[in-house]
């Protein structure tokens, strides 16, 4: 514990520095929406837009950012509901030092004598004085001249606007405004009418239209925006191209987009979250923590991305950067627990496993709530990992015991599953197959279909397909929406053992529709290793990391370093062995039966390729207790470990 107490003195003394000021100069401005004190209610939309010209306007401002509308409301939950048409001062202040800004801008606005007079306040906020009063008149329909003008006062790099038409701009800070989805969509779509080259009802249509799945749409939407070429600003059209790219998951585009986009605006942090996730996506782990780190010095207090430095400073190696991260975290939100929760990750993801078991225990202390005891299962994996069983059931008892006081339904599905973990797989295969019975009528019947899911990849695992046959039918007879793709893709895998293209031809029949492909190519890597067809699953899984992060599915690492030992390649297979899977907090995933223990067992045999007798045998040891009563099949590892 040392060592953690220095680290946390080091990192608070870091984080006080870095709230008075994490880079010499640099301005976080917030600028809020207008009061306007006028008896006119029919210009209460300028007030919205005048903080948003000009937050605009100074986006590529050196050494300033000027923290958008979307960033700050991001804030919204934390703080609940505000009007968003209530003048700033009195409803953004708080969101504003939430999102790190040493600048605060608000001000006022009336018409008088057929002129638009605006007046914009500057406030340092570390010493709470008044640093500018400035102001702007022009034309009384013209919120953007005055803007501007206040803009430009600010900083001499103000950009132009990205429109002149007034009913685009009403518009478009309408749909800003507006609650409703509906509403919000028609607004949107007037300001794009009015104005085609108005780039920001792009973005959120886009995004509207993703989200409702139709991401056809989308893309049309984005597309046609692009066809405007020069008539709308090269930072815009970038900003653009990098959504269109991501639409259609194209993963080089998207990277030149994000190259160009960090050119034009590198004070943006958004552009560098962006940018951290793209290369933790394809494992470029030293260029995420390089881009967190930029996006960090912008909003040095952004927990969010403290976390993601935490983990992609682990996977880079780099413990000491990781941990200071999520501590930084932890200072800034000491009632949380998710902080403890990462820095047991970051060092189960390491190997140090008892420091992981550490961390989660403090979690789970903390809050036994925090992920419906999940920091316990944690913990007892953690424990498990170093051979102790008997300590790791004592832990996972803490996360059962939880579960059957909390009456949730599956706590006798939990406690099969982790029996199975742990070795015990008879008795954990007969408790599964005994839920299920009992579920398979009345409220959980659902239930029912995801634990014969479950018993059809055990059966798979221990070479009964006869039983995973008639399981699966079970499983499909029962499913429903939240079990469906669980159970087609163990239907799937309880089919006879065939060839690799057989199999290709079976996944092609069996997930025909194109949104099915990630479906479709996970259920053929397992079907593939199921029978041992190591090549053709390397091939199908090459594509499937390349393109995913390990925050997101870490199994495919072992996967695939799985298929190249067998094919061959045990340099590359021991760079992906190198990590532990993470253990999800909700108990035990339904295909982790394909690689834990496994895991430990392809560590063994690269220990033995490598002449390191005495390690290889420590990793057969573990894997065959943990394998348990029956071992797996799948290129008879027991056997071969002893």
Known sequence: ?????????????????????????????????????????????????????????????????????????????????????????????????????????????????????????????????????????????????????????????????LTRSSAALAAYVSALESQDFAVRGQRLQEAVAADPGFAPPYYLLAQALVQSRDRAGALALLDRALSRGAAMPELERTRIAFEAATVRGDNAGAQNSLAAWARLAPNDPVVWRFAGQAAMNRHDYPQSVAAYQRALAVEPDDVNVLNQLGYAAAYAGDLDTATRALLRYEALRPADVNPLDSLGDINLLLGRLREAENFYLQGGKKDPAFLNGGEFFKAAVARLMTGDVSGADALAKQFLDARAKAKDPLADFHKAQWAWISGRRKEAYGQLAAFARSTETGPLSEAAAQAYSQLVLWSVALGNRSDAALMAQKAATLARPASAALAVVARFLAQPSASAAEWSTRAEHSFPDPSQKPLRDGALAYALLADKEFQAASLVLKPMYDATSPTADDSLPVLLGWAYLETGKPKEAAALLRFNPLPPSTGVKPFTVFYFPRLLYLRGRIAALAGNREQAQAQFRLFRQLSGDQALVWGEEAGAAR
């Open 1 to 161: 514990m040392y060592y953690r107490a220095a680290v946390l003195a080091a990192c608070l003394a870091t984080l006080s520095c870095s709230r008075r000021n994490p880079v010499p100069g640099f301005e976080r401005i917030a600028i809020l929406r207008f009061e306007n004190l006028s008896s006119d209610s029919s210009i209460d939309w300028m007030g919205r837009a005048f903080s948003e010209i000009i937050s605009r306007e100074l986006a590529a401002a050196p050494g300033l950012y000027a923290i958008p509308f979307e960033r700050l409301h991001s804030l919204d939950a934390s703080f609940g509901n505000r009007p968003l048409a209530a003048p700033g001062i009195s409803a953004e202040r708080g969101l504003a030092l939430a999102a790190s800004a040493n600048r605060l801008g608000y001000g006022e606005y009336t018409v008088l004598a057929g002129r638009l007079e605006a007046q914009l306040t500057i406030e340092d906020l570390q010493t709470g004085k008044v640093t500018q009063v400035i102001s702007a008149s022009a034309a009384a329909n013209n919120p953007v001249d005055a803007a501007s003008a206040l803009a430009r006062q600010i900083s001499s790099r103000a950009t132009p606007y």
